[in-house]
């Protein structure tokens, strides 16, 4: 069955960087674009950045454009979300997304302090 582990979450202060990573399995990978979304307390969840089936075009969210970067690897079948220049209003827990079907992983807690 479809599996979406997300790792790398953590506690990083203000200005601080961290590098998600969410391993797939139970499909084949290179034939899905990917997303990472992310949930703050008290509010929805919404969409971070996104990634075409073999990484040829991204999209992003105004808010995170130009600090993070998402890519993949098919041959390890992983997506990852690179945050650079965090902010404590990035806490939130990050979720994987395979679009097609809308399976998510478990979430990762990333907690940025002032």
């Known amino acids: 069955q479809v599996q979406l582990v997300e790792s790398g979450g953590g506690l990083v202060h203000f200005g601080g960087s961290l590098r998600l990573s969410c391993a797939a399995s139970g499909f084949t990978f290179s034939r899905y674009a990917m997303s990472w979304y992310r949930q703050a307390p008290g509010k929805e969840r919404e969409m971070v950045a996104e990634?075409?089936?073999?990484?040829?075009?991204?999209t992003y969210a105004d808010s995170v454009k130009g600090r993070f970067t998402i890519s993949r690897d098919n041959a390890k079948n992983t997506v990852y979300l690179q945050m650079n220049s965090l902010k404590p209003e990035d806490t939130a827990v990050y979720y994987c997304?395979?679009?097609?079907?809308?399976?998510w992983g478990q979430g990762t807690q990333v907690t940025v302090s002032s």
């Open positions: 997304k395979r679009n097609a079907g809308g399976y």
């Open positions: 990634i075409t089936r073999l990484g040829g075009s991204t």
